[in-house]
């Protein structure tokens, strides 16, 4: 099943990428390379107050949008696209060279995130009571014209699924009980669709599950204020254990930075006859993971950021933006300490490769070590879960007219896809997570090549004539 699965993904995935890199472009160039001008006020905003109609503040949707993001795709995911490119390219070196088009694709894809930000302020539509239906779906209907409806509907359609069965459940829960089970060994219990349940997994998937409903319940606002609290922290504990981790091995840095860059064009496969091939799955590896980790072209973030207390679309990309950058750093970190501890390279798979990673960088015991990607993992996983609960509700409410028996029974559908997802095989999960991911792209990137006139001339009008002259002249 998973080779079945892994064939539709490769074919699947040729039309994502040329979209992603057209959009990408296309929007780097009419935007005149806004992710570079703008760096620096992006990474202001995206911790500033601001106030406007939506059920969040725009830090909180900020921090709802960066849970969903941040998740096992910058960890399990960077590790899977060096292992994909790897095996590929064998001896050659090619497997680090799926890190030099994951973060290439993620600088490109910067203004591909920012024009979702803005779309997502510009046709949303808040309800009366309250609640906010905004996203890819929004404006697709209200953007491209009610002709297109049933783009905006097959976006809803994907974009449900996706969360219920792909990228929102099981790849994190998977994540977390692979992370526990790396540390603790108990005796299988049963098996499931082939797959042997250890006692460990199964008591880990309960609890996981029990406190994601305890955290869905509550709705967008009981999320947004759980992911305020935990999502800086466990980004910015991450960040200095990598950090440690380049510090301690800094002589081995620049030759990974070697290994990344030969890899990505990979020469000796090239001389051998088959580096057209080795060097297309390095980028097809970099990009789906990329995909994964970044979420740019993907249409999920948007629908987290139209809950925003902000009405300006302009500042609203900015800040979109600027999530995205602290999530292209996590993954260039994480890639980078695999490939200097030489992780990829050692028959690993999954979780495996990073907990290698984490046991070889690390001045600690391997126990130490494993225990604080454990506790990373958790939070990445656990935030990431109850971030993509509510695309998934709030597509569902789009395709079901706000229905909230639907959504009940949706919210239950979720939970047990996370509970079970704690027990399958994890080649299975991400190839699915990967077909989902594409199916939900594909409307959204059309929707965003279609969009481009608009997005590009109203920035420029509103960057130029508004935060140039009125805003910096304040500061």
């Given at each position: 099943?998973?080779?079945?699965?892994?064939?539709?993904?490769?074919?699947?995935?040729i039309p994502i990428i040329i979209l992603i890199i057209i959009t990408g472009f296309l929007y780097t160039f009419k935007l005149r390379g806004i992710q570079f001008r703008r760096i620096g006020k992006a990474l202001k905003l995206m911790i500033s107050k601001t106030k406007g109609n939506g059920e969040v503040s725009s830090f909180g949707a900020l921090c709802i949008s960066l849970s969903a993001t941040i998740g096992t795709g910058n960890i399990i995911g960077v590790a899977s696209a060096l292992i994909i490119s790897s095996s590929i390219a064998g001896n050659s070196g090619g497997g680090?060279?799926?890190?030099?088009?994951?973060a290439l694709i993620s600088l490109i894809g910067l203004a591909t995130k920012y024009s979702e930000g803005f779309l997502a302020i510009k046709y949303r539509r808040i309800l009366d009571?309250?609640?906010?239906?905004?996203?890819?779906?929004?404006?697709?209907?209200?953007?491209?014209?009610?002709?297109?409806?049933?783009l905006a509907k097959l976006f809803?359609?994907?974009?449900?699924v996706a969360c219920a069965i792909g990228i929102g459940t099981m790849t994190q829960s998977n994540g977390i009980t692979s992370a526990f089970t790396n540390i603790f060994e108990t005796e299988v219990i049963f098996n499931i669709f082939g797959s042997p349940v250890t006692s460990i997994q199964l008591v880990i998937g309960i609890l996981i599950t029990f406190f994601a409903s305890l955290v869905l319940i509550g709705g967008v606002k009981s999320i947004s204020k759980v992911c305020e609290y935990i999502v800086p922290f466990m980004a910015v504990?991450?960040?200095?254990?990598c950090l440690l981790i380049l510090c301690i091995n800094i002589t081995a840095v620049p030759n990974a930075f070697k290994e990344i860059v030969v890899g990505a064009f990979n020469p000796a496969s090239i001389a051998g006859g088959v580096g057209g091939y080795t060097i297309y799955r390095a980028v097809t590896a970099g990009v789906q993971k990329?995909?994964?980790?970044?979420e740019a072209g993907l249409g999920s973030t948007p629908i987290a950021l139209a809950e925003s207390q902000i009405d300006d679309p302009v500042k609203e990309g900015l800040i979109s933006m600027g999530g995205?950058?602290?999530?292209?750093?996590?993954?260039?970190?994480?890639?980078?300490?695999?490939?200097l501890t030489g992780a990829y390279n050692q028959g690993l798979n999954g979780l495996n490769i990073s907990n290698y990673a984490f046991q070889t960088g690390l001045p600690f015991p391997p126990i130490i070590s494993s225990i604080i990607l454990l506790f990373c993992i958790t939070f990445f996983a656990f935030t990431t879960i109850i971030g993509w609960n509510l695309y998934g509700a709030k597509c569902l409410a789009y395709l079901t007219n706000n229905n909230k028996i639907a959504e009940k029974i949706y919210l239950a559908i979720f939970l047990i896809a996370v509970l079970f997802g704690s027990f399958l095989k994890v080649e299975i999960i991400w190839s699915l997570a990967d077909i989902c991911n594409a199916l939900m792209a594909i409307p959204n990137l059309i929707a965003l090549i279609f969009l481009n006139k608009q997005v590009s001339k109203e920035t420029i009008d509103i960057e130029y004539n508004k935060i140039n002259v009125n805003e910096e002249e304040k500061e």
């Open positions: 099943m998973n080779e079945v699965l892994l064939k539709i993904s490769s074919y699947i995935y680090p060279g799926a890190l030099f088009w994951m009571n309250g609640e906010v239906i905004g996203g890819p779906f929004a404006y697709i209907e209200y953007g491209m014209g009610a002709k297109f409806k049933f809803a359609l994907f974009g449900a504990l991450y960040i200095l254990v990329g995909i994964f980790a970044n995205m950058i602290v999530t292209i750093i996590i993954c260039v970190m994480t890639g980078l300490i695999i490939v």
